[in-house]
């Protein structure tokens, strides 16, 4: 079975929140995608639909993304996408998940100085009012905030 693998420039919308999990470090933020077009009429470029995705970030990838990224800041990512399906509460819920393999800052719009991450190079802490993680227990190793079903991720509504 092929993977879809995509590319997504968009904004980092919550702050990373990372995790040492027994499978390895993970790293997990909302990324917002804005579709811009030229408007003719105005004559100015104008904003259209924004998507959301949840992106993880598994390994040293997580440990970086967690010193690295902020709301706000403008990247690119890269990955698999997974995109879900779901009832819940009598409404239909639709989630996109995409599970990074390269994140980084769109330097068509700043500037950023590169700092290779050195081996036993203390990681810094999470706030302690962040959501916590543990295993999906489906078996599929995917983290998911305690007190949630194995399925619910910050979906968006489908209308």
């Known amino acids: 079975m092929s993977e879809t693998t995509v590319t997504i420039v968009g904004n980092v919308a919550t702050t990373p929140v990372y995790r040492e999990l ?3 470090p993970v790293a997990r933020f909302r990324l917002a ?6 408007d003719r009429v105005r004559n100015e470029w104008v ?8 992106v993880w970030a598994w390994g040293a990838l997580g440990t970086n993304v967690q010193g690295s990224l902020s709301i706000g800041e403008p990247v690119l990512v890269q990955g698999r996408l997974r995109v879900r399906d779901e009832e819940r509460g009598g409404q239909h819920w639709t989630s996109a998940d995409i599970q990074a393999s390269a994140v980084g800052h769109d330097l068509s719009r700043g500037t950023t100085a ?3 991450a050195r081996q036993g190079q203390p990681v ?4 302690g009012d962040e959501a916590s ?4 227990p ?6 998911r905030e305690q007190g949630e079903q194995s399925e619910q ?5 489908v209308g």
């Open 22 to 24: 027994p499978k390895g």
């Open 33 to 38: 995608a804005t579709a811009r077009r030229f």
């Open 47 to 54: 904003d259209g639909h924004t998507n959301f995705f949840t």
């Open 114 to 116: 590169f700092r290779r």
């Open 124 to 127: 810094r802490q999470p706030d």
């Open 133 to 136: 993680f543990e295993i999906d």
């Open 138 to 143: 489906q078996g599929e190793g995917e983290p």
């Open 153 to 157: 991720r910050e979906p968006a509504a």
